[in-house]
């Protein structure tokens, strides 16, 4: 590894490493969710700050151009390694040499120096950015997003638990990251408490929301565009389907809703907004099943991930916006939701106690029972207009242009312990070099 012998510039140039999903793919679908969001929002930030991104993720299609921008700024490179098509996140391991060595050769294309920071995201992403850290002599920021240890503490029935190679690969990022990023308190206690992470490396930087895109609007209009009837009561989910999020316990707190109050029927409609994922593509039809179990077929209304102008609509045209994962290292469609002065129903759980201010903003509900969300929804809907207030001002406090301002901080910070490390190790080597000579 080469030492770098003097203090940092200002930063030029990051490498963000997104392995298994790229900021180019719709969020809702495949492995694209809350992270791609993060990386688009925080990518673009910098660059209007002048620091170019270049984003590394994998090809999946032989149809996608080597190199894309994404915006000014922001280069997203494709970077081969393995099958283009039909190769599953648990087979990406075994991938990560040939993707890191075509992120090292493009930076050897380069004078040394051409990054001065490494940022991945997910722990795939982490094993690869702790190689061009010692390889470049670069700091290396690590943001999990998702922790296996965790997960498979708050499995859902029939899911999958994280395979002991992601533990382990985790360790090991952990330990070598020069910065830890956290989305709340919560997590960074989860990654002291479970990995064994350095509190003084470990920071809490919450994620943003887009305020000019997801903001409050006529509830009326935005039923019209998106097909709702204006007296509806509207329930929205969305997501990915797949366990892990549990709109299946959506379903059965609209259908404990009928059972207490029949004459809703003619009036409720729940939206669910996603596509099948993860495990959830084992049965991706299981949703639709229970709804028809639940004699509720005709209440539930399945449509594909949408576009970002498109969702903001549709959080505007729903009543309440229902969060019932069981784990969220954060929430961000909670935060979208109140952005647009729709209160959220959520779990208890991760990082939603951070994103959902518990009666002011919504209601968290502690537990997995259906008869205690269909209370919290009915709480939720006598009190709307408050919390609708309540929601706006709590996702006011939340903006991506202060999440990139506190990841400069890191990566500023990072990079100055560095480049201090080396100086003292090129110092002591002098003297010993220098006691030989005496000798």
Not at 345 to 367: C, I
Request: proline fraction near 8%; include cysteine; glycine fraction near 8%.
């Amino acid at each position: 590894m080469v030492t770098r012998l003097h203090a940092p510039g200002p930063l030029r140039r990051v490498a963000t490493l997104s392995v298994h999903t790229s900021p180019l793919d719709q969020p809702g679908a495949g492995d694209a969710g809350g992270m791609n969001v993060y990386i688009v929002e925080v990518s673009r930030r910098l660059a209007a700050r002048g620091i170019a991104v270049d984003v590394f993720t994998r090809a999946t299609s032989s149809d996608l151009p080597p190199v894309v921008e994404m915006s000014p700024g922001v280069v997203v490179r494709h970077v081969p390694a393995g099958p283009f098509e039909g190769l599953g996140k648990e087979e990406l391991p075994a991938q990560l040499c040939a993707f890191t060595a075509a992120v090292l050769r493009e930076e050897a294309q380069h004078e040394p120096g051409y990054y001065d920071v490494v940022h991945s995201h997910y722990w795939l992403s982490g094993q690869v950015g702790w190689l061009a850290r010692d390889r470049w002599s670069v700091p290396l920021i690590h943001s999990a997003h998702t922790l296996a240890k965790v997960k498979n503490a708050a499995l859902a029935a029939g899911d999958r638990p994280e395979p002991r190679a992601r533990v382990i690969g985790e360790e090991q990022v952990v330990a070598e990251a020069d910065r830890l990023i956290a989305n709340t308190e919560d997590e960074a206690r989860q990654l002291v408490q479970h990995y064994g992470a350095d509190p003084r490396r470990t920071l809490v930087v919450p994620p943003g929301v887009d305020l000019d895109r997801f903001r409050p609007g006529d509830r009326t209009a935005a039923r019209r565009a998106v097909g709702i009837p204006d007296d509806a009561v509207v329930l929205l989910f969305v997501g990915r389907i797949q366990p892990l999020k549990a709109p299946d316990l959506l379903l059965e707190a609209a259908a404990r809703m009928l059972a207490d109050d029949p004459e809703l029927r003619g009036r409720l409609r729940v939206q669910v907004i996603g596509a099948p994922s993860g495990s959830g593509l084992d049965a991706p039809r299981q949703l639709q099943e229970l709804a028809a179990g639940l004699g509720i077929a005709e209440l539930v209304h399945f449509l594909p991930p949408q576009p970002p102008d498109r969702l903001a609509e549709h959080y505007r045209a729903a009543d309440v916006a229902v969060v019932p994962s069981h784990n969220e290292s954060f929430g961000l469609v909670a935060l979208e939701a109140q952005a647009c002065g729709t209160p959220v129903v959520a779990a208890a759980v991760g990082g939603l106690p951070t994103a959902v201010r518990d009666g002011s903003s919504g209601v968290l509900v502690p537990g997995r029972d259906p008869a205690d969300y269909a209370a919290a929804v009915r709480a939720v809907l006598s009190r709307r207009e408050l919390l609708s207030a309540g929601a706006r001002r709590h996702a006011a406090a939340f903006s991506w242009d202060r999440t990139a301002e506190s990841l400069l901080d890191a990566y500023t910070s990072a990079a100055a312990e560095m480049a201090g490390a080396g100086r003292r190790r090129a110092g002591g080597l002098r003297a010993v070099a220098a006691a030989q000579v005496a000798r």
